[in-house]
């Protein structure tokens, strides 16, 4: 074994990979050779035998299936909480006979049932009957073409907003989502719901939307009761 015969030894590695793939009785026919190939073990120094790399392999790929397993369990667990939340959420809106319980209650079941330390509303252009609740108050024109300009909620430390000056404690924000409400996406906002928090990185810039773009529909959805046509 120590020599090459004549007629191999001009092959080389590539040569005799693709005459194994393209042969690949060899081994049924040289079994006995595979008790003598030996690999490095990528874990230690010593050699391990194919048989033992191919059971190694094997068991990594296994692990690495049961993690994803637990990945894709913990997903769905964390989907079904987030969904039985968002259920409570809606319905709770969905009781309420006065329309002007709405903006309070939106806000209050979003901080609990989303653990959301701070969150405000402000409409405009409400209804005249309802032009007289905390809701109503003023908001700048700036802000108002502000909200309408934005395609998706505006995440990040925005903290010099005017619309933090809404929160109970703004001094305490050091991150915040901005949450246009409109009738559709192609509709100018009529009004904003802000979540903000002490913590730096709950919302982003780089985090994904989609949730919230779900909770600003549906708020919009809720409130639009306040309008002048009353949805």
Known sequence: MSSIPGRLSGLSEDDIASYLVQTPGFFERHAELLAHVELANPHGQRAVSLQQRQMEMLRERIHGLERRLMDMIRHGQEN??????????????????????IPDMLVIDLQEQFMVPQAAMRLWEV???????????????????????LVTPCCGAHTSFEAVQW????????????????RSMTSPAFGMLVLASSDPMRYTPEMGTDFLVRIAELASAAVTRLLPDGG
């Open 80 to 101: 079904a909480v987030l969904s039985d939340r968002l259920h409570q959420w809606v319905r709770g809106l969905m009781l309420l006979a006065d329309p002007r319980d």
């Open 127 to 149: 209804a005249p009957v309802f032009e007289s609740e905390p809701v109503a108050r003023d908001v700048s024109p700036e802000l108002r073409r502000f909200a309408s300009s």
């Open 167 to 182: 929160l109970a404690q703004p001094a305490a924000v050091a991150s915040l989502a901005l949450l246009p409400l409109r």
